[in-house]
């Protein structure tokens, strides 16, 4: 991959997405965050992130709402999504849109950090395999 990945994590609560921003940085990635979804949902319209990590229930768009944009915006993105309100329905719906892992919280960060090094190498063996980007 060229240059840092892009991770985008989007969560209504500051204190989540400082938390995951000092640890991601440290694994060398570029980090954006948004604790506001419409703002979030702006950022995704204009730039491609490589893992979006979101929480389910916000305020305006939710998590399962931004899965969705992101997925039609850039397919080969890889979304990730956390919640203090894990249910199965929830569970199936997401996986339905395709997201790439689903996590309850209070969220270890080493399984956040694992979790986006997998998403990160399958999108590249994707890609590897297939020369032609998916969005162009």
């Known amino acids: 991959m060229e240059g840092k990945a892009k991770i985008l994590i989007v969560d209504d609560e500051e204190i989540v997405c400082n938390m995951a921003k000092r640890c991601l ?5 570029e ?3 948004f604790v506001d979804s419409t703002r979030a949902m702006a950022a995704i319209k204009e730039e491609r992130f490589d ?7 916000m305020k305006e768009i939710d998590g399962l709402q931004l899965l969705e944009f992101t997925k039609t915006r850039w397919p080969d993105t890889r979304v990730i999504m956390l919640t203090a309100f894990a249910t199965l329905e929830t569970a199936m719906e997401a996986v339905h849109k395709k997201v790439f892992d689903y996590f309850a919280k209070p969220l270890r960060i080493t399984d956040l950090k ?5 998403a990160l190498k399958e999108r590249n063996e994707i890609k590897e395999g297939n020369p032609h980007d998916q969005t162009e």
């Open 25 to 29: 940085e440290q694994e060398g990635y």
């Open 31 to 33: 980090v954006t965050t």
């Open 51 to 57: 893992v979006v990590i979101t929480d389910l229930k």
């Open 114 to 118: 694992a979790s986006v090094n997998r």
